[in-house]
């Protein structure tokens, strides 16, 4: 039997008188409509027999209320039946989509334009200004750094003389400017860029009114040696105490705050001489007032009108060296903009923090732009001799003509494709069907050669290949499964519980990048007083690391029992490991033997990364930690039968003291990185074991891991990470040392853990 091709579609009925039978009695909107109609009916009765009457207006209203509620569930009930029928099939909605495609963008687009015309002028004046504050900063920076050449070439004499014709010269075109000259007390170089400037009681010359804010008397130490050019912001107090108080007849401070401060800005800019010890700086103050103002109007189009304000600063205060002043007379309104059409606007002006140079600060500059100036400055003659924006306004009504015509042309061509790509769909669906129930033979006809028809073909393939995929997936399943057996072999070639030893606290862990690895470790008991600790570390990751790994812990077994020199083990393990190891890998491995009843240990490195020792506190003061790093090459390198591998090979033996720390880890740890690539590194390592040293072993380790963890963050594992710690106890008494089976090892990361008796 077939499926139905259209399951969530609604049967159709019979016929419409029972389908008006069965929405009568079998759904509460229609036995609602019957109550109220039947209601209605018998009141409309009673009332030409016995006329009208309170009791019979309550019970005809329930006929209302009964009809009232047939049709919010009538209509409730029509929407979703519609939205059923009418939105089931993609065809409709693809229709649909094209009627509000053709008719609800074009309202919108008049709308974006409009406010989009708008917001255009009033962004480009703003930016117009902005770009005239660069400008005038750039000026700044310039007479600045001519000034300071000035004094340089006349080797620093006659200061004032000099900033006093450069005044002079300037004081038509910047009213208020104002030049000092400041000590600079700290070289240009790499050594003396941090070191703090002495106080200066104040400035070496100054020329100007500075009828702004004070003359600076030293440079801060954030301005570096290529100088500063940068908008400053400054308050006066008085003035807003005047304003508030002309208004209130109050000079309350709290109620001056509550109305916000009037802001004053200037461009400051700092230069310096050519030398590597400049001793002295050049400041030039340019004030933003009417003068400035005027010339923004002339060369924008846009005036600034009123006050700045302070609207958001990284910084939470304007700079306390800046100084409000009351000799200083506040800029006068500017005058209306010429232009008829004149919106208001802001434009934002982002300013410095004069002690710590930190940015971010944002001035609200308001002002007034003429869009028919602004219009003018951006138009041209056009063409024929016409007026530039009579043929811009042809030119769109035009487009908007073109564009209603395209809109009419989608439309009818949206409803011609929608029944080529409604049909596609449908045989897709079907497939689809057949697909879902298990019948992997079912083929789609292709009648276009179109994205359709791709996917059509696409599907076909699909259902040809799913065989294909379901084989791979059991494939992958087998081998996960394999890797899984794989990783709990390797975890049992590595101590299976803590070494239980008195005089030593010894705990470890294995933690491989992938599902097998090779980094290794191992305790092996020589005798009643004596224990060989070993950990070694396979190039590369991944399966032939590991076999390499067990390889080699047959190996060190068999030879720990014939050498009791970590230095011998380690040259007759080299002799044989070179004869069977890849050209391409090698092998890194330290070999210790502890010797309790000597209170020594031995041991040798080959190639391995340093062992961390941190010696017993000495009261609450702790030790510091000691790289120990004999030479020593790594196991495996087919240089000359091993000749070099002995000549380097160093021994060493150090004596066990009560509280001695030792970690031996390999290069996952100390390599360990974070996102940015930056390693965990050996000299953190040493720290953080130097900090906690003074700890049960197993708590150093919990410790180091959560350092490790949130050093590394959500950074990917890329080696393994392999560690042992083992510390010093009482060494009073001796016992022949042994294991006990950890039967709660976790099956990705092994932990061996021994404590004192």
Known sequence: MSPDPHPLLPASPTSRIDVIRRWLIGTFAGRAFLVGALVKIVAFLLSLILGRSRGLDAFDAIGD??????????????????????????????????????????????????????????????????????????????????????????????????????????????????????????????????????????????????????????????????????????????????RIASSTGTESADLADSFGVNTHALVRAIAFPDSRQPGYAVVVDLLINDSITQQVRRDTGAELTGMLRLVSANVPKLPPLLRRRSDLEAPAAAAAAGSVLAPVSYAHLEY???????????????????VGEIYQRISSPGFSGQNFGRNLFLLLVVIGV?????????????????R????????????????????????????????????????????????????????????EEELRIAHEIQMSLLPQGPLRMPGLSVTALCVPAREVGGDYYDFLPLDDHRVGVLIADVSGKGTSAALYMAELKGLVLSLSRIHSSPRELLIMANRIIAQHLDARSFITMTYAVLDLHARTMTY??????????????????????????????????????????ERILEEETIPLRSGDLYLFFTDGISEAMNAGDDCFGEERLGRLVEEHGHLPADQVRERMLREIAAFVGDAPQHDDMTMILLKVEDLGVQHEPQYTINTSAAALRMSSQATGS
Not at 355 to 365: I, W
Not at 402 to 418: E, H
Not at 605 to 620: E, F, K, Q, S, W
Request: glycine residues 8%.
């Open 65 to 242: 209320i009964a009809l009232v509620a047939a049709t919010i569930a009538l209509g409730y009930r029509l929407y979703v039946d519609v939205k059923r029928r009418l939105l089931w099939r993609v065809r409709r909605k693809l229709i649909i989509s094209y009627i509000f495609i053709g008719f609800v963008p074009a309202i919108l687009i008049v709308a974006f334009f409009l406010l989009g015309g708008v917001l255009l002028f009033s962004n480009f004046s703003s930016y117009l200004v902005q770009t005239r504050f660069r400008a005038l900063t750039e000026r700044a920076s310039s007479i600045a750094s001519t000034t300071a050449v000035e004094i340089q070439r006349a080797g620093g004499r006659d200061l004032a003389a000099i900033l006093s014709r450069r005044e002079a010269a300037l004081a038509s075109e910047f009213p208020g400017v104002s030049f000092a000259v400041v000590p600079m007390h700290r070289p240009c170089t790499a050594a003396g860029a941090g070191r703090a400037p002495a106080a200066s009681p104040a400035p070496m010359a100054i020329a100007g009114a500075w009828s702004h804010v004070d003359p600076p008397t030293d440079v801060p130490d954030w301005v570096t040696c290529e100088g500063f050019a940068g908008l400053l912001a400054y308050e006066r107090e008085d003035e807003n105490r005047s």
């Open 402 to 418: 073109l564009f209603l015509i395209i809109q009419g042309a989608a439309l009818v061509t949206g409803l011609t494709l929608a």
């Open 420 to 479: 080529s790509i409604t049909g596609a769909v449908h045989e897709l669906f079907d497939g689809t069907e057949r697909v879902r129930q298990g019948d992997f033979t079912h083929k789609i006809a292709v009648v276009e050669k179109d994205q359709l028809g791709e996917l059509s073909e696409s599907f076909n393939s699909m259902t040809a290949s799913i065989e294909d995929l379901l084989i791979q997936a059991q494939e992958k399943k087998r081998l």
């Open 604 to 645: 040798a490195r080959a190639g391995h990364t340093p062992l961390i020792y941190v010696p017993a506190r000495n009261g609450d003061v702790p030790s510091a930690a000691q790289i120990l790093a004999p030479d020593g090459l790594v196991l495996g390198l087919k240089l000359d039968e091993g000749q070099m591998f």
């Open 352 to 370: 410095f923090d004069w002690l710590t140079g930190d940015r971010g600060g944002v001035l609200r500059a308001p002002m007034r732009f003429g």
